[in-house]
C-alpha cells in the first residue's frame, strides 16, 4: 500500500478535473487528481470539438453565451496551441425558420457575442460545400480544439505548480472522519497497488460518474443524468469554418473541422449508464440526413469513425429527466454541506469544455470560502504550456514539421503524419500506455486508414523500446484493433468498407494476426 | 475471331486473359487501378484453414466442396483449382513459384506468425518452419514496416503446427495422414534470433519503402555491400529470415544473396506494397502482352449495353472520351469491396458496380457486427453466385446474361483472407471460365 497526504483531491482527469487540479495548485494547494482511466478517456475525449463562440446559447441560454464568449476569449490566448481559430457560420438552411437569425442577432448583442450577419455570397464564397439554398449566414467566433491537448496542458500546468496526476487510479472507498471527509482510498490499475491519500478536501470533478463518487462518500444521491450524443468524424475537411445552423439547439446541428477531419454531431439521448453507450443505425442516419442539408452530397463522403460521449448533466427539476437537451447546459457546485451534513466535499456537474477553466475557478473559489480563506484565481493569467505557447493551432503544422525532419525521421502513421520520435518518446513518457492511450496524443491510427498500416509499425517499436514484452505487444495490438472498430463499424459504407477490407487483407490475409501464438490472457488497459 | 473482354487485371484477370489468348480468342483486358496482386502477400493461397490450419489444402477443400454448397470451391471443385494451379505453375515456372496442390508451406509472416499456403516463391521457403531450425530474422533500420524482434519473439514461442515434419513430398489423397499424426505428437520449436543491419537504399533517406529497398537489391553493388555488412554477425547453421524485398526486376537476387552471405535465406512478405506480388504481375502481365491481350488501363466502366439476352458492349470512361467495348463474351474479374468492385452504400444497400448483378449472401442478419475478433463479418462474403461453367447466376439460379462469366473475388461465399483461399478461388475459376468461354465459342 502507497500513503500519500494532501490539501485537495481531485477526481476526475476530464477536463473539469484537469482545470481544477490546476487551478488548486496555483493558489498554493498541495493536490493530486486522479482517473480511473487516461486523461481525457471520458466526456473530454468523445465531444465534437467545438470551442464555443457562445452564438449555440444566445438565444436559449444567454448566460452560458457571456460566458462562453468570455472563455473562448481566454483561452484561446492561454491554451493556444490547443486551440484553432477557425471561425464560424450561422447559416438558415431552407425550411428553417429566417426570423430565428434576427432573434439571434439580438440575442448576440445583448450577452456580447461577437457576430456579424454576412452575404449568403460570401458564406458560400468562403465555403463553397455548403448549401447553395442556404437564406442568412452570421459569422461568429466559433473555434475548435483538442480536447486531450486541452487536458494535457492543464494536467501538465498543474504538474508545474506542484500536483501530481495519478491516471489508472480508480477510487474503491472515501473515508470520512465524522461529519468531514479525510481520505480517498484508490487501485493503481496498472500495478494492483492500493493507495490512500489523506486530504482535507475532495472536488469531485467526475463528470457522468459524479454520482457514483458522491455515494462512494456516503451523499444523498446526486442526479447526474448522462446524456448521450455520438459524433462522426468525415475524412478531410468539408469545411474550414464551424458551420451551425441557425436555429434553436437540435440534433446534428454543428459540423466542426478539427485537425484533418470534420466532425458533425450531435444527438442527445438520456441513458442509464455512462459505461454502456451504443451508436445506434438510427442516430448514424439522423446525422447523415443532417450532414446533408448543411452539405449536399454529405453521405457520398467518406465517414471515418464514430463514438458516443456522455454529457455529465445535473437534473433540473423544471424539465423531465427525459429530455436531456433542454437540461440545464450551466455548470452547478453540489455543496454538500447543507445538502447532506458532510464536510469537506464539492461535486461540479454540467457545463461545458468551452468554459472548463471558469467551473474550476467557480469550484476551487467556493472551496476557498469553505475553508475560509482567500486565495485569488489566476488560471486566467498565466499560459500553459504547449508546443508552441503563443501560436493557435494550423491544421498544417505537422505537414511543416515533417517537412523539416524529412529526412532524418520515419513517419509511422501517414495520415496523421506522426513520426518515429513523436511515438518512442510519448511512450517513453507513458511506458505502461497502451496504443490507444498514446493516440490520444499522437492521433495514431484516427485518419482514413484506422491503423491499418500504422498497428503493427507501433507495435514493433513499442517492443523494441524494451519498455514491453512480446505478451504484451501483441496484447495491445489485439486491443487497438478492437477498439478502432468500435467506432468503424456503426458508420461503416462507402469507401470506409473498402478500407476496411484492405485492412482485413493485410492483417487476416498477409500478416495471419489471427494466429500470433495464443495470449495468456487479454490486455484491458 | 471471337473476341473477349475480362474485366480486372488481378491473379483472376490476368490468368483467364493468358489462357484465352492461348486459346486462340482475341482477348481485351480492361483495369481500373494496379490489380489485386501487388497488395496481397505474394504468394498462391488454396486453403489455410478451415477454421483448423490445413496441412493438404486440395484434400480439404474437397471436403469444403460438398459440405458448404454456398462456398465458391462447391462448384470449382478440387479438380478446377488443381488445373489452376497447374496452369499457373507452368506458365511462371520455378523461379516464381514453387510447391504442389496437396502440401502447404507453413511460413513466417511479418508479426510472427505462422500462415499456411499453397505455392510460395522459392525465395521464402526456406522459412518453412520444422522442428530445430535456427533463423536470424534481420531487420533493415530503414525499413520501418519489417520488426524484426516482434517477428522473432513470436516465432520462438510458437508452438509448430506440424511439429516434426521433416519434409515436403506426396502423400495419399485419400487421408491426411500427416495431419493425423503430427496432432498427436509433441510440437516442435525453433531457435530464433533477431539483429538489425543498418544498410541505406539510398543515401540520406531513413524512410525507405519495400519497393524502394526491393529496386536496390536488383544491383549486385548493392547486394555485396548488404552481404559484407550482414556476414560477420550470422552464426553456423542459421538461416537468415529477411523482409521480402530481396529484388524487383532480378528474380535471382535473393539466390546471389544467399551465395554471398554463405546461409540460406528466405523473404517474409510485407504489407503492401508487395514486392513479391508485383513480380509475379510483371511476369503475368507480359505473358498476356505477349500471348497478344490488349491491355486497357484506366478504364473505369460506367455503364452497359444489354441485348438478346447478352451483354453487347460496356461503356468505359477513357482517357478523352467515353467509348464503348462490344465483344462475343465478358469476363467479370473485379475482386470484392477492396477493389470497389462491390459497393456498400449509406443506406445499407449493397451492389455490384459494373453491371448491378444479382448478389448472394445478403441475407446474413447482421452484415457487419461488433466483435472485432469474434466471427467473420458476413459482409464480406457477399458476391455474386456462379455455376459450374462459371456464367453469373440469379438467386433462383437462372443464367443473368448469356455471355457473362465471373472469376475471383466477386464470387461471394467464402472468407478469402481468413481461410486463405483467394488465389485459389482466382485460379480455379479463372482457368474454369476461360475454358468455358473457348469452349463455347469454339
Same mark, same amino acid.
Given at each position: 500500500m502507497?500513503?500519500?497526504?494532501?490539501d485537495?483531491?481531485?477526481?476526475?482527469?476530464?477536463?473539469?478535473?484537469?482545470?481544477?487540479v490546476?487551478?488548486?495548485a496555483?493558489r498554493?494547494?498541495?493536490a493530486?487528481?486522479v482517473?480511473?482511466a487516461?486523461l481525457?478517456?471520458?466526456?473530454?475525449g468523445?465531444?465534437h470539438g467545438?470551442?464555443?463562440s457562445?452564438?449555440?446559447?444566445?438565444?436559449s441560454?444567454?448566460?452560458?453565451?457571456t460566458?462562453?464568449a468570455?472563455?473562448?476569449a481566454?483561452?484561446?490566448?492561454?491554451?493556444?496551441s490547443a486551440?484553432?481559430?477557425?471561425?464560424?457560420?450561422?447559416v438558415t438552411c431552407p425550411?428553417?425558420?429566417?426570423?430565428?437569425?434576427d432573434?439571434?442577432l439580438?440575442?448576440a448583442?445583448a450577452?456580447?457575442v461577437?457576430?456579424?450577419e454576412i452575404p449568403?455570397?460570401?458564406?458560400?464564397?468562403?465555403?463553397p460545400?455548403?448549401?447553395?439554398?442556404?437564406l442568412?449566414a452570421?459569422?461568429v467566433g466559433?473555434g475548435?480544439v483538442d480536447g486531450w491537448?486541452?487536458v494535457?496542458?492543464?494536467a501538465?500546468s498543474?504538474k508545474?505548480?506542484?500536483a501530481?496526476?495519478l491516471?489508472?487510479?480508480?477510487v474503491t472507498?472515501?473515508d470520512?472522519?465524522?461529519n468531514r471527509?479525510?481520505a480517498?482510498?484508490?487501485?493503481?490499475?496498472?500495478s494492483g497497488?492500493d493507495?490512500?491519500i489523506?486530504?482535507?478536501f475532495?472536488l469531485?470533478?467526475a463528470?457522468?460518474?459524479a454520482?457514483?463518487i458522491?455515494?462512494?462518500a456516503g451523499?444523498?444521491p446526486v442526479d447526474v443524468?448522462?446524456?448521450?450524443?455520438?459524433?462522426?468524424?468525415?475524412n478531410?475537411?468539408?469545411v474550414?469554418r464551424v458551420?451551425?445552423?441557425?436555429?434553436?439547439?437540435?440534433?446534428?446541428?454543428?459540423?466542426?473541422?478539427v485537425?484533418?477531419?470534420?466532425?458533425?454531431?450531435?444527438t442527445?439521448?438520456k441513458?442509464?449508464d455512462?459505461?454502456?453507450?451504443a451508436?445506434?443505425?438510427?442516430?448514424?442516419?439522423?446525422?447523415?440526413d443532417?450532414?446533408e442539408?448543411?452539405i449536399?452530397?454529405?453521405?457520398?463522403?467518406?465517414?471515418?469513425?464514430?463514438w458516443a460521449g456522455?454529457r455529465?448533466?445535473?437534473?433540473?427539476?423544471?424539465?423531465s429527466a427525459?429530455d436531456?437537451?433542454?437540461?440545464?447546459r450551466?455548470?452547478?457546485?453540489?455543496d454538500?454541506?447543507e445538502?447532506?451534513g458532510l464536510?469537506?466535499?464539492?461535486?461540479?456537474?454540467g457545463?461545458?469544455?468551452?468554459?472548463?477553466?471558469?467551473?474550476?475557478?467557480?469550484i476551487?473559489d467556493?472551496m476557498?470560502d469553505?475553508l475560509?480563506?482567500?486565495?485569488e484565481c489566476?488560471t486566467?493569467q498565466?499560459?500553459?504550456?504547449g508546443?508552441e505557447?503563443?501560436k493557435?493551432?494550423?491544421?498544417?503544422?505537422?505537414?511543416?514539421e515533417r517537412e523539416?525532419?524529412?529526412?532524418?525521421?520515419q513517419i509511422?502513421?501517414e495520415?496523421?503524419l506522426?513520426?518515429?520520435r513523436?511515438f518512442?518518446?510519448?511512450l517513453a513518457?507513458?511506458p505502461?500506455?497502451t496504443?490507444?492511450?498514446?493516440?490520444?496524443q499522437?492521433?495514431l491510427?484516427?485518419g482514413p486508414c484506422?491503423?491499418g498500416?500504422c498497428?503493427?509499425?507501433?507495435?514493433?517499436?513499442a517492443l523494441e523500446s524494451?519498455?514491453?514484452?512480446i505478451?504484451?505487444?501483441n496484447g495491445?495490438?489485439?486491443?487497438?484493433?478492437k477498439?478502432?472498430?468500435?467506432?468503424?463499424w456503426?458508420?461503416?459504407?462507402?469507401?470506409?468498407v473498402r478500407q476496411?477490407?484492405?485492412d482485413?487483407?493485410?492483417?487476416?490475409?498477409?500478416l495471419d494476426?489471427?494466429h500470433l501464438?495464443?495470449?495468456m490472457?487479454?490486455?484491458?488497459? | 475471331?471471337?473476341r473477349?473482354?475480362?474485366?480486372?487485371?488481378g491473379?483472376?484477370?490476368?490468368?483467364?486473359?493468358n489462357r484465352l489468348a492461348?486459346?486462340?480468342?482475341?482477348?481485351t483486358l480492361?483495369?481500373?487501378?494496379?490489380?489485386?496482386l501487388?497488395?496481397?502477400?505474394?504468394?498462391?493461397d488454396v486453403l489455410g484453414?478451415?477454421?483448423?490450419?490445413?496441412?493438404?489444402?486440395?484434400?480439404t477443400l474437397?471436403?469444403?466442396?460438398?459440405?458448404?454448397?454456398?462456398h465458391?470451391?462447391?462448384?470449382?471443385?478440387a479438380?478446377?483449382?488443381?488445373t489452376g494451379?497447374?496452369?499457373l505453375?507452368?506458365?511462371?515456372?520455378?523461379?516464381?513459384l514453387?510447391?504442389?496442390?496437396?502440401t502447404?508451406y507453413?511460413?513466417?509472416?511479418?508479426?510472427g506468425?505462422?500462415?499456411?499456403t499453397?505455392l510460395?516463391?522459392?525465395s521464402m521457403?526456406a522459412g518453412?518452419?520444422?522442428?530445430?531450425?535456427?533463423?536470424a530474422?534481420?531487420g533493415l533500420?530503414r525499413?520501418?514496416d519489417?520488426?524484426?524482434?516482434l517477428v522473432?519473439e513470436?516465432l520462438a514461442r510458437?508452438?509448430?503446427?506440424d511439429g516434426?515434419q521433416?519434409t515436403?513430398s506426396?502423400?495419399?489423397l485419400?487421408?491426411?495422414p500427416i495431419?493425423e499424426?503430427?496432432?498427436?505428437?509433441t510440437?516442435g520449436?525453433?531457435e530464433?534470433?533477431?539483429?538489425s543491419v543498418?544498410v541505406?537504399?539510398?543515401?540520406?533517406?531513413?524512410?525507405?519503402?519495400?519497393l524502394t529497398?526491393?529496386r536496390a537489391f536488383?544491383?549486385?553493388?548493392?547486394?555485396?555491400r548488404?552481404a559484407?555488412?550482414l556476414?560477420p554477425l550470422?552464426a553456423?547453421g542459421e538461416?537468415?529470415?529477411l523482409?521480402a524485398?530481396l529484388?524487383l526486376n532480378d528474380?535471382t537476387?535473393w539466390?546471389?544473396?544467399a551465395?554471398?552471405l554463405g546461409?540460406?535465406?528466405f523473404e517474409?512478405p510485407?504489407p503492401?506494397?508487395?514486392?513479391p506480388g508485383?513480380r509475379l504481375?510483371?511476369?503475368?502481365?507480359?505473358?498476356?502482352?505477349?500471348?497478344? /491481350?490488349?491491355?486497357?488501363p !484506366?478504364?473505369?466502366?460506367?455503364g452497359?449495353r444489354a441485348g438478346? =439476352? @447478352? #451483354?453487347? *458492349?460496356? $461503356?468505359?470512361a477513357a482517357?478523352?472520351?467515353?467509348r464503348e467495348?462490344?465483344?462475343?463474351?465478358f469476363?467479370l474479374?473485379?475482386?470484392?469491396f477492396?477493389s470497389?468492385?462491390?459497393?456498400?452504400d449509406?443506406?445499407g444497400?449493397?451492389t455490384?458496380t459494373?453491371?448491378?448483378?444479382p448478389?448472394?449472401?445478403?441475407?446474413?442478419?447482421?452484415?457487419?457486427?461488433?466483435?472485432?475478433?469474434?466471427?467473420?463479418?458476413p459482409?464480406?462474403?457477399?458476391g455474386?453466385?456462379v455455376?459450374?461453367?462459371?456464367r /453469373?447466376?440469379?438467386?433462383? !439460379?437462372?443464367?443473368v446474361?448469356d455471355?457473362l462469366y465471373?472469376? =475471383? @473475388? #466477386?464470387i *461471394?461465399? $467464402?472468407?478469402r483472407w481468413?481461410e486463405?483461399s483467394g488465389?485459389?478461388?482466382?485460379?480455379g475459376?479463372a482457368?474454369?471460365a476461360?475454358?468455358?468461354i473457348?469452349k463455347?465459342?469454339?
Amino acid at each position: 500500500m502507497r500513503k500519500l497526504a494532501v490539501d485537495v483531491v481531485v477526481i476526475g482527469g476530464g477536463s473539469t478535473g484537469a482545470g481544477v487540479v490546476r487551478d488548486v495548485a496555483m493558489r498554493g494547494y498541495s493536490a493530486v487528481l486522479v482517473d480511473r482511466a487516461d486523461l481525457g478517456q471520458g466526456t473530454t475525449g468523445r465531444f465534437h470539438g467545438l470551442m464555443h463562440s457562445g452564438g449555440r446559447y444566445v438565444v436559449s441560454d444567454p448566460l452560458s453565451a457571456t460566458e462562453c464568449a468570455q472563455e473562448n476569449a481566454i483561452l484561446s490566448r492561454i491554451q493556444s496551441s490547443a486551440i484553432e481559430m477557425t471561425g464560424g457560420y450561422f447559416v438558415t438552411c431552407p425550411g428553417d425558420d429566417p426570423a430565428f437569425a434576427d432573434k439571434f442577432l439580438t440575442g448576440a448583442a445583448a450577452t456580447g457575442v461577437p457576430a456579424r450577419e454576412i452575404p449568403v455570397a460570401e458564406a458560400l464564397r468562403n465555403e463553397p460545400r455548403l448549401n447553395p439554398g442556404i437564406l442568412r449566414a452570421i459569422e461568429v467566433g466559433d473555434g475548435s480544439v483538442d480536447g486531450w491537448q486541452l487536458v494535457w496542458g492543464a494536467a501538465n500546468s498543474a504538474k508545474v505548480h506542484g500536483a501530481q496526476v495519478l491516471t489508472y487510479h480508480s477510487v474503491t472507498r472515501i473515508d470520512r472522519e465524522g461529519n468531514r471527509v479525510s481520505a480517498v482510498h484508490c487501485t493503481d490499475l496498472k500495478s494492483g497497488t492500493d493507495v490512500v491519500i489523506e486530504c482535507n478536501f475532495v472536488l469531485n470533478c467526475a463528470g457522468p460518474w459524479a454520482g457514483q463518487i458522491a455515494h462512494m462518500a456516503g451523499a444523498d444521491p446526486v442526479d447526474v443524468i448522462p446524456g448521450r450524443g455520438i459524433m462522426i468524424a468525415m475524412n478531410h475537411r468539408l469545411v474550414n469554418r464551424v458551420v451551425n445552423r441557425c436555429i434553436y439547439p437540435a440534433d446534428g446541428d454543428i459540423l466542426v473541422p478539427v485537425h484533418t477531419v470534420s466532425i458533425i454531431g450531435t444527438t442527445d439521448v438520456k441513458v442509464d449508464d455512462p459505461d454502456n453507450l451504443a451508436i445506434e443505425r438510427d442516430e448514424v442516419q439522423q446525422m447523415l440526413d443532417a450532414g446533408e442539408v448543411l452539405i449536399p452530397g454529405f453521405r457520398n463522403a467518406r465517414a471515418l469513425h464514430a463514438w458516443a460521449g456522455a454529457r455529465p448533466l445535473i437534473k433540473d427539476k423544471r424539465v423531465s429527466a427525459a429530455d436531456t437537451r433542454h437540461m440545464s447546459r450551466g455548470m452547478a457546485v453540489i455543496d454538500h454541506t447543507e445538502r447532506d451534513g458532510l464536510d469537506g466535499m464539492l461535486t461540479i456537474g454540467g457545463g461545458k469544455l468551452t468554459t472548463y477553466r471558469l467551473m474550476a475557478e467557480h469550484i476551487v473559489d467556493a472551496m476557498c470560502d469553505k475553508l475560509g480563506e482567500k486565495r485569488e484565481c489566476r488560471t486566467a493569467q498565466e499560459n500553459i504550456p504547449g508546443p508552441e505557447p503563443t501560436k493557435n493551432y494550423v491544421v498544417t503544422h505537422r505537414l511543416e514539421e515533417r517537412e523539416h525532419d524529412r529526412l532524418d525521421e520515419q513517419i509511422i502513421c501517414e495520415c496523421e503524419l506522426m513520426s518515429r520520435r513523436m511515438f518512442t518518446e510519448a511512450l517513453a513518457v507513458q511506458p505502461k500506455g497502451t496504443l490507444d492511450d498514446l493516440r490520444r496524443q499522437l492521433r495514431l491510427g484516427m485518419g482514413p486508414c484506422q491503423g491499418g498500416f500504422c498497428t503493427t509499425r507501433a507495435t514493433g517499436i513499442a517492443l523494441e523500446s524494451d519498455h514491453i514484452d512480446i505478451e504484451r505487444a501483441n496484447g495491445l495490438l489485439r486491443l487497438f484493433l478492437k477498439n478502432r472498430w468500435i467506432g468503424l463499424w456503426p458508420i461503416l459504407y462507402g469507401d470506409q468498407v473498402r478500407q476496411t477490407a484492405l485492412d482485413n487483407w493485410i492483417f487476416q490475409g498477409t500478416l495471419d494476426i489471427e494466429h500470433l501464438p495464443q495470449q495468456m490472457s487479454e490486455v484491458a488497459l | 475471331m471471337s473476341r473477349v473482354v475480362v474485366i480486372g487485371v488481378g491473379l483472376a484477370g490476368l490468368t483467364a486473359a493468358n489462357r484465352l489468348a492461348a486459346g486462340g480468342v482475341d482477348v481485351t483486358l480492361l483495369s481500373k487501378g494496379i490489380g489485386g496482386l501487388q497488395l496481397g502477400q505474394g504468394t498462391i493461397d488454396v486453403l489455410g484453414y478451415t477454421p483448423d490450419r490445413v496441412t493438404n489444402p486440395v484434400l480439404t477443400l474437397a471436403a469444403i466442396a460438398s459440405s458448404r454448397p454456398e462456398h465458391p470451391y462447391a462448384v470449382i471443385g478440387a479438380a478446377g483449382v488443381h488445373t489452376g494451379i497447374e496452369y499457373l505453375k507452368g506458365l511462371l515456372g520455378a523461379k516464381l513459384l514453387v510447391g504442389d496442390v496437396e502440401t502447404n508451406y507453413q511460413l513466417p509472416t511479418a508479426v510472427g506468425a505462422i500462415r499456411p499456403t499453397c505455392l510460395a516463391s522459392p525465395s521464402m521457403v526456406a522459412g518453412h518452419v520444422r522442428d530445430g531450425a535456427k533463423f536470424a530474422i534481420v531487420g533493415l533500420r530503414r525499413l520501418k514496416d519489417f520488426h524484426p524482434k516482434l517477428v522473432a519473439e513470436n516465432l520462438a514461442r510458437s508452438a509448430l503446427p506440424d511439429g516434426a515434419q521433416p519434409t515436403r513430398s506426396k502423400r495419399s489423397l485419400f487421408g491426411d495422414p500427416i495431419a493425423e499424426a503430427f496432432a498427436k505428437q509433441t510440437p516442435g520449436h525453433l531457435e530464433v534470433r533477431h539483429l538489425s543491419v543498418d544498410v541505406p537504399a539510398r543515401e540520406n533517406e531513413i524512410d525507405s519503402s519495400g519497393l524502394t529497398y526491393a529496386r536496390a537489391f536488383d544491383d549486385p553493388a548493392f547486394r555485396a555491400r548488404f552481404a559484407e555488412t550482414l556476414r560477420p554477425l550470422l552464426a553456423d547453421g542459421e538461416t537468415v529470415g529477411l523482409p521480402a524485398v530481396l529484388g524487383l526486376n532480378d528474380l535471382t537476387a535473393w539466390s546471389d544473396v544467399a551465395e554471398k552471405l554463405g546461409h540460406p535465406v528466405f523473404e517474409i512478405p510485407l504489407p503492401p506494397p508487395s514486392v513479391p506480388g508485383m513480380r509475379l504481375n510483371a511476369a503475368l502481365t507480359a505473358k498476356a502482352k505477349a500471348a497478344g /491481350v490488349r491491355m486497357v488501363p !484506366g478504364s473505369w466502366t460506367v455503364g452497359f449495353r444489354a441485348g438478346n =439476352g @447478352g #451483354i453487347l *458492349g460496356l $461503356s468505359v470512361a477513357a482517357a478523352g472520351a467515353q467509348r464503348e467495348f462490344t465483344a462475343d463474351t465478358f469476363l467479370l474479374a473485379t475482386g470484392g469491396f477492396e477493389s470497389g468492385a462491390l459497393n456498400l452504400d449509406s443506406h445499407g444497400l449493397v451492389t455490384e458496380t459494373v453491371f448491378g448483378l444479382p448478389l448472394a449472401g445478403l441475407d446474413a442478419e447482421p452484415l457487419i457486427h461488433g466483435d472485432y475478433w469474434g466471427a467473420e463479418q458476413p459482409l464480406f462474403r457477399v458476391g455474386v453466385r456462379v455455376g459450374r461453367d462459371m456464367r /453469373v447466376l440469379d438467386g433462383a !439460379g437462372a443464367v443473368v446474361h448469356d455471355n457473362l462469366y465471373a472469376a =475471383g @473475388g #466477386i464470387i *461471394g461465399g $467464402s472468407s478469402r483472407w481468413a481461410e486463405k483461399s483467394g488465389d485459389g478461388i482466382a485460379l480455379g475459376s479463372a482457368v474454369l471460365a476461360a475454358d468455358s468461354i473457348l469452349k463455347e465459342l469454339s
